[in-house]
């Protein structure tokens, strides 16, 4: 009886087999005139992202009946993200059309011959032109053609509870004009109103790329003779900027203004920050992103429906207030179209349809995302949705890209080390900037590097 | 099995207190995943509701975040783990019972490959699947999973097969049955329990593998629960934990009753070791 | 499992036909087959191309990986060179040896005797227990371990109802609690595995030493243990060859921190492969946990000989 039990099992492997061939490959079929074109985007976490490209998508299969959209939405971490565009971009046959590419992958992913150059297409769309010279530069390859048109950005700024700074007697709303104002502000606030943490600046290696984005390049870029390359692209070692930016962090911590190791070694940092922290009052202020008002929407985990009137937003003031007075960091996604297209034109007209006026705009408001088109920007619903659209707005001519080359994640993981050392108070500044600068030029090579002031 | 000796109570009993504190500290860590489920306000301590609510599993249990990809789960493990099976019983009964000079060095070959690190060859693995395209196929994810859990299903199948006495063979070999035919009818029955360990072994590490088919599968209806549990993970740090702990027990809960309906169906009555006393 | 492998030598068949043509061995060998060509496809094709890749400088994006160039033995100079290697090879092994050598196969061994002389209903509470860590998805595991050490987590709940009040476990104990959850996470393995082995060993055996006046712990050390030594060692080469490979429970709990101080050779792999891009370099310490694995199974082999044909 039980010796049918191996052949049984064979069977049913045939039989799931069987089922199985028959429903797989059936996406891939392509008929004569029409075109199907892959769409790809990361899916983490973000209903509104999903919502607005399948709205698209619909939008343009309307207008485009000889065009099906193949829509992939990808889930997983943002760099798992990445590791699965790369394998698909490798092969012809699983290289999508469009991709929904991070403005930081860009420039290695065109080295990389996964993309295409727009130029052409560009040069024939009329919305091109409200895109404004830094916007378009930051969909450029280092070959100095385009790859990618932005869809919109973010920024950051210094996050402050106004409840708090009432206890502590500190007038709002609050725009310090130096680093030490804002440290001042900390000071204060340590003294007066002891139970809550006086500031947040993102350090160590725990918190990975925010460490840098959302913490040490919005000093380092608004430091005298700060930034992390020359304006050739040379990486600057050496440099004073990049000393006294690790100073700050330094003080931050050794002060205890900051959060101790416990909270800053934590794989959840930033959701302790955003989701706990601000909403319950523990924590005064926070340099964080444009986006993190996502945390309290209606449709959040723990929705913060007050949070409108309890957090002030200033920009992050230069180091000594020298022009241009703020700094901000930004990043943002394009949308691209992949090399091994075979529909440019479909695949470009895809992108055109996604970031016509209206689309986004939605986006914007949908996915509190700081507008790049100029018409979306100045749009009297997009400036009603939200109270600080215009704010942030404000900090874009003075905002930083960050070097998007692909030695950039290298570099960034040693600023992190550099951070970490600093705010454990295992190594000083100085020391810190040095291991930096011997890490750095082991990455790009000697060449590549020039010693800043 | 009973200990009938004088100290043999004394015994049951100090063993029966280990067991349970033992049994208390792996529960342990279980119990936050049970309660912060209930708890619209979910954070990472283990503390009772307020209110116990269902309302994240309403919001988890929706056809596009559970169903469909448990289903893709299901398909992709009990595929591989049936595929594993079958084709390590196959290699592992001669392994056992004929000694040939390739033995020695295909089972430490195959106990080396045990420890690969599957996640850094990925890469080539991808390419390999587009050239024979089976990129996008549940079947070619399945053949590679299974191939993935086949070293160490070779190898622990082939120690099961070593347990089963050849006496018992040795009758069915006189009746001059093919050594396939003894292998159907007298071993496998016989090591029913160690069938039972590989296939759960496999179908375990299936259903939780996340890089395999998130790299192999394209379309989004394809994928299974160990990638669309990535959801719940936020993009800028956001984790809504009650949802996170709840599907996390969707997720969790299907393997369980297979582990226990199967250990049930051999654990029981022990076919091996009732062999054994012959 | 048993260390019986004396049936299959002694094989009275096999004794008779010896001298049997070679094309008998050959048929033989044919229920081999699927299994040699799966592997063959699947996974000897794509290590060999890998092992090649830790001699490139290839790399997911970026020039490199349009033109990936053969740069020698440089990844594997550099990776000698550079400072976090020798702490990822120490973590790795103490990682290892915590809490697969010692925890998961004590633990396992430990709950493999106490359920023989337990009770029934005891056994089975305590194997559902064991076994729900280990079918939990890994993901959903080392997210429950991670809320369990936290500071506000589960562990520090219960010391603080005895007076203790606990650590943030995963920054001041970062290795301890990463072993720890592995060895509620993988004990089960060898649970099963011993309990089957412990099975095998015929009672009259022990039974007889018990007439001769030995005590419990003495039978078990002098006479169980010597009688599964082939489980042991199988399940410790087992055990040490998963527990090489484990990453996302660390990931997840600590990311390798605080700073490298949780960062095992697969997390500086993933690091290196997947966050930099740089493929080449990532395989080449793939290669490197290969050879650490290499070690540990030729150490367990010499000591305990399992009879492996």
């Known amino acids: 009886m039980k010796n049918k039990r191996l052949i049984g099992a064979a069977a049913a492997v045939l039989a799931v087999s069987a089922a199985l061939t028959g429903c797989s490959g059936s996406s891939q079929s392509q008929a004569d005139g029409s075109k199907t074109i892959k769409v790809v985007y990361s899916d983490a976490n973000s209903a509104a992202l999903v919502s607005w490209f399948t709205e698209v998508t619909a939008e343009f299969e309307k207008s485009n009946p000889n065009i099906t959209v193949d829509l992939e939405p990808i889930k997983g971490a943002v760099s798992d993200y990445y590791t699965k565009l790369a394998l698909m971009n490798s092969n012809p046959s699983t290289a999508p059309d469009v991709i929904y590419e991070d403005s930081f992958q860009l420039k290695s992913d065109a080295e990389a011959g996964y993309l295409a150059p727009l130029d052409t297409n560009l040069a024939a769309w009329a919305d091109w032109s409200q895109y404004s010279d830094s916007v378009k530069q930051a969909g450029q390859g280092s070959d100095g053609k385009t790859y990618g048109v932005s869809v919109g950005t973010d920024a950051r700024a210094l996050w402050y509870n106004k409840d708090i700074f009432a206890k502590a007697g500190i007038s709002v709303p609050w725009q310090p004009k130096t680093w030490e104002d804002v440290l001042n502000a900390a000071r204060t606030i340590k003294a007066a109103v002891p139970d809550v943490t006086p500031m947040n600046v993102y350090s160590g290696a725990a918190i990975g790329e925010g460490a840098s984005t959302q913490g040490f390049l919005m000093l380092d870029y608004g430091a005298q003779n700060g930034g992390l390359t020359d304006s050739s692209g040379k990486w600057l070692t050496g440099s004073t900027g990049f000393v006294n930016s690790l100073d700050f962090i330094n003080t931050v911590y050794s002060e205890k203004l900051g959060y101790g190791p416990q909270v800053t070694s934590s794989t959840t940092y930033s959701t302790q920050v955003r989701t706990q922290d601000l909403p319950a009052g523990k924590l005064a202020i926070d340099l964080d992103g444009s986006y993190i008002p996502q945390n309290w929407g209606a449709t959040a985990a723990q929705p913060w429906p007050d949070w409108t009137n309890v957090m002030g937003v200033a920009a992050m003031p230069t180091e000594t207030g020298q022009a241009p007075a703020q700094n901000s960091i930004s990043g943002g996604w394009t949308l691209a179209v992949g090399a091994k297209t075979k529909a440019q034109d479909a695949a470009f007209s895809f992108i055109s349809t996604a970031l016509n006026k209206d689309n986004a705009q939605k986006l914007a408001i949908d996915y509190s995302l700081i507008p790049v088109r100029q018409d979306v920007s100045t749009d009297p619903a997009y400036l009603a949705s939200n109270q600080n659209a215009a704010f942030f707005a404000g900090l874009i001519p003075d905002t930083h890209f960050r070097p998007a080359t692909s030695q950039y994640s290298q570099v960034s993981n040693q600023i992190q080390v550099a951070t970490e050392a600093v705010m454990t108070g295992q190594q000083s500044p100085a020391d810190a900037a040095k291991a930096y600068d011997t890490a750095v030029t082991g990455i790009v090579g000697a060449d590549n590097t020039t010693t800043g002031k | ?266 654990g029981g009555s022990s076919a091996l070791a009732g062999a054994v006393k012959g | 499992m048993t260390s019986s492998a004396t049936t299959a030598a002694d094989h009275p068949l096999r004794a008779r036909r010896i001298g049997v043509l070679r094309a008998r061995t050959l048929a033989r060998s044919v229920p081999l087959l699927p299994a040699i060509v799966l592997i063959a496809i699947f996974l000897v094709g794509p290590i060999i191309s890998s092992f090649y890749g830790s001699f490139t400088n290839s790399s997911l994006t970026g020039s490199a990986a349009q033109n990936p160039s053969f740069v020698g033995f440089d990844n594997y100079v550099n990776l000698f060179k550079s400072p976090g290697f020798p702490g990822a090879v120490i973590l790795t092994v103490i990682f290892i040896f915590g809490s697969a050598v010692i925890g998961q196969n004590v633990v396992g061994m430990l709950l493999a005797a106490l359920m023989r002389s337990g009770g029934r209903v005891v056994g089975a509470i305590v194997g559902t227990a064991v076994v729900a860590a280990w079918v939990l998805p890994e993901i959903v595991s080392a997210f429950a371990a991670y809320a369990f050490f936290s500071e506000e987590g589960t562990f520090n709940n219960l010391l603080s109802l005895v007076g203790i009040d606990g650590p943030n476990w995963l920054f001041t104990f970062p290795m301890l609690s990463v072993i720890l959850a592995n060895i509620w996470r993988g004990t089960a393995f060898s649970m099963l595995v011993y309990s089957a082995a412990l099975q095998d060993v015929p009672p009259e055996i022990t039974e007889a030493a018990e007439m001769d ?69 990532g395989t080449a310490i793939a290669t490197i946990l290969l050879l650490v694995g290499a070690v540990f199974s030729f150490i367990y082999i010499r000591a305990l000989k399992p009879e492996v044909d």
């Open chain 3, 213 to 281: 006046g030995a005590s419990g712990a003495k039978r078990f050390f002098l006479i169980t243990l010597p009688m599964i030594r082939g489980s042991i060692s199988t399940n410790l080469m087992l055990t040490t060859l998963q527990t090489l490979s484990v990453f996302t429970l660390i990931f997840v709990m600590t990311g390798g921190g605080p700073g490298t101080a949780s960062t095992t050779l697969p997390l500086l792999a993933y690091q290196e492969a997947f966050k930099f891009s740089q493929l080449g370099y």
């Open chain 2, 1 to 266: 099995m009973s200990l009938s000796s004088p100290s043999g109570r004394g015994v049951r009993l100090t063993s029966n207190a280990v067991l349970l504190l033992i049994a208390l500290t792996f529960i342990a860590p279980l119990v936050w995943l049970v309660l912060a489920s209930l708890n619209s306000t979910a954070s990472l301590s283990a503390e009772l509701p307020g209110t116990p609510t269902l309302d994240n599993f309403a919001q988890v249990l929706t056809p596009a975040l559970s169903f469909v990809p448990l289903w893709n789960s299901f398909l992709i493990s009990a595929g591989s783990a049936l595929i594993t099976v079958v084709v390590a019983i196959l290699a592992a009964y001669p392994l056992s019972r004929f000694k040939t000079r390739f033995n020695k060095p295909f089972l430490y070959g195959v106990l080396f490959a045990t420890g690969l690190p599957i996640t850094a060859m990925m890469v080539p693995v991808y390419s390999l699947f587009v050239r024979i395209g089976l990129v996008d196929s549940l079947l070619g994810t399945i053949f590679f999973m299974a191939t993935s859990s086949l070293p160490i299903a070779i190898w622990m199948t082939k120690n099961f097969v070593d347990g089963v006495p050849t006496s018992l063979e040795e009758a069915a070999w006189m009746d001059g049955a093919s050594s396939m035919r003894t292998l159907r009818s007298v071993v496998v029955p016989l090591m029913r329990p160690g069938i039972a360990v590989v296939f759960i072994y496999v179908f375990i590490h299936s259903w939780g593998n996340f890089f395999v088919p998130f790299v192999l599968l394209l379309s989004p209806e394809k994928q299974p629960a160990s990638v669309s549990i990535y959801t719940f993970f936020g993009e800028n740090g956001a984790i809504a934990y009650g949802q996170l702990a709840a599907y996390s027990l969707v997720y969790s809960i299907p393997v369980l009753v297979l582990y226990v309906i199967i250990s049930r169906g051999v």
